[in-house]
């Protein structure tokens, strides 16, 4: 499981400066991505090899009144499913009246909370230091977002070995039982917005087949999993949309959740991402595939509430789909009604061939062959008067795909040319479904 980190604190404190440096290897791949556009309050985040998430909860104000009413949505639920809140302050500001109404709440709630005071830089330390130690949530650790100062050894607290976050903890230091069931087979999760269908969805890919009984425990937050066969072949469906057996038909029970979606996605092999025709692409969608894409799962896109559309319509929605999804175009896309079930069936062909895909085992002379017939068709370009030179290649991991090259100024190697290779690789392996990662090694 990924641990959720929530930044909390009055506006202007550094939230987001905070959030941003944090998260900067999303950056990078939402802008090389057309038609994608970030999230600004979730984020994945990488430190020391460790994956976890950012949420900036930046809708809390504590120096309004009613603390729980300003609290209301996605933020309140952010630090309700947070495994550990960064609380900041402002050093300059020193303590204020928003800070103690925050500071209350978050003590009542019992979450692992860590004090952080911000902006440090140029703040008279010691004095404010002591200041925000009688909110009453330990000593305060100084940083300096702006500047990147003391950002490892606040990451080290919450997350390194001697931190914390673990989320397989609870607030009070207990181990959280989470599955009971281990997943089998290709692991599938069902996300998209809320009505879109996905529960819907889940009951009609589990149907008739048998599925084995679970209760599972865990924390609202935790998706349920479940595992099942189909023709004889395993599957576990991660299931955001909390559906739960109850009789015999599935029920949905739990709200919608970002931080669960982003989990479920983090730990499938394919996602199987659910549009609702009727409401078509919006900027919610856009956010969750750039998390779908930043974690290179495989994907397939369900169409849902395709029944009952005119034919004037459903062309109209094809063509803004294909306008608007420009850099999932790896993905098959299928049109289906969840609620009659057509199509669904439709969905596994391409779940399968999608993880077949993500799952390819390819030898480094295989690789090497490709890159160099690429080559030999399209010359990378010259730079400073001499040419680029790729070596060979070699797979280097796999869900996704991740093609690493080897070669001799590769710094220098333009993103179109990383595009045609990418392409290449895509076309000759016959992989779909699945984004591919080039990375360049440079050297002999
Ligand atoms: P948010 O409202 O909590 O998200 O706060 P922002 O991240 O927007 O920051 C508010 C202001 O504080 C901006 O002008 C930032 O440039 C500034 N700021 C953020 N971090 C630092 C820091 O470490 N030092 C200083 N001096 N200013 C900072
Ligand atoms: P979730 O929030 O994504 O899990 O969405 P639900 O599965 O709860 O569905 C939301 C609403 O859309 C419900 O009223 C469903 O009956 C309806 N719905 C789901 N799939 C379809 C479909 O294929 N066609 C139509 N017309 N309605 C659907």
């Known amino acids: ?19 941003n440096r944090l998260t900067k290897s999303r950056d990078a791949i939402v802008a090389d991505v057309a038609g994608l556009t970030r999230d600004r309050q979730y984020g994945e985040a990488q430190w020391q090899g460790h994956t976890y998430i950012v949420v900036d909860t930046g809708g809390i104000s504590g120096d309004e009144q009613g603390l729980d009413m300003i609290m209301a949505g996605q933020s309140l639920q952010a630090i309700e499913e947070a495994d550990a809140v960064l609380f900041l302050v402002d050093a300059r500001a020193g303590r204020t009246a928003g800070d103690e109404q925050i500071a209350d709440h978050l003590r ?36 300096a ?35 009971i069931v281990e997943p089998i087979g290709t692991k599938i999760a069902v996300i998209g917005r809320p009505n879109v269908g996905k529960s819907t969805l889940v009951n009609r890919m589990l149907g008739e087949d048998r599925v084995v009984v679970f209760d599972q425990a865990g924390t609202t937050r935790d998706s349920i999993y479940i595992p099942y066969e189909r023709h004889d072949k395993p599957y576990t469906l991660i299931d955001t949309a909390g559906v739960r057996r109850r009789g015999k038909v599935f029920e949905a029970i739990e709200k919608f959740s970002v931080i669960k979606t982003l989990q479920a996605i983090q730990d499938a092999n394919v996602v199987i991402f659910v549009v ?12 969750l595939l750039g998390f779908v894409l930043e ?23 094809k063509t803004e789909l294909q306008r608007r999804l420009i850099f999932a175009q790896f993905a098959d896309q299928h049109f289906i009604s969840a609620l009659h079930g057509s199509g669904v069936g439709l969905l596994y062909k391409s779940v399968d061939k999608a993880f077949e895909s993500a799952m390819t085992k390819i030898p480094t002379r295989r690789m090497t062959e490709i890159l160099e017939a690429a080559v030999a068709e399209h010359q990378p370009p010259l730079v400073n008067g001499r040419r680029i030179k790729l070596r060979y290649a070699h797979l280097g991991g796999s869900n996704p795909p991740i093609v690493v090259i080897h070669g ?4 220098s190697v333009p993103r179109s040319y990383t595009r045609y290779l990418e392409n290449t690789f895509r076309k000759v392996l016959k992989i779909t479904g699945t984004p591919i990662r080039i990375e360049y090694k440079s050297g002999d």
Request: charged letters at 30%.
């Open 108 to 143: 009542k709630r019992n979450k692992r909370t860590f004090l952080i005071a911000n902006k440090v830089d140029g703040a008279d330390q010691d004095s404010i230091m002591g200041e925000f130690a009688k909110l009453g949530l330990g000593d305060p650790l100084g940083i």
């Open 295 to 317: 974690a290179g799962r495989a994907l397939v896109i369900a169409i849902n509430k395709w029944d009952g559309m005119e034919e004037r319509e459903k062309e109209f929605v």
């Open 145 to 179: 977002a702006a500047h990147g100062r003391n950002i490892n050894p606040m990451l080290e607290a919450v997350l390194g070995e001697e931190g914390v976050v673990s989320p397989d903890i609870d607030e009070e230091g207990n181990p959280i039982e989470r599955l």
């Open 408 to 411: 001799n100024q590769v710094d």
């Open 1 to 19: 499981m990924v641990p959720v980190i929530a930044l909390v604190g009055r506006p202007n404190v550094g939230k987001s400066t905070l959030f």
């Open 276 to 287: 609702d025709a009727r409401e078509g692409i919006v900027e919610q969608d856009l956010h």
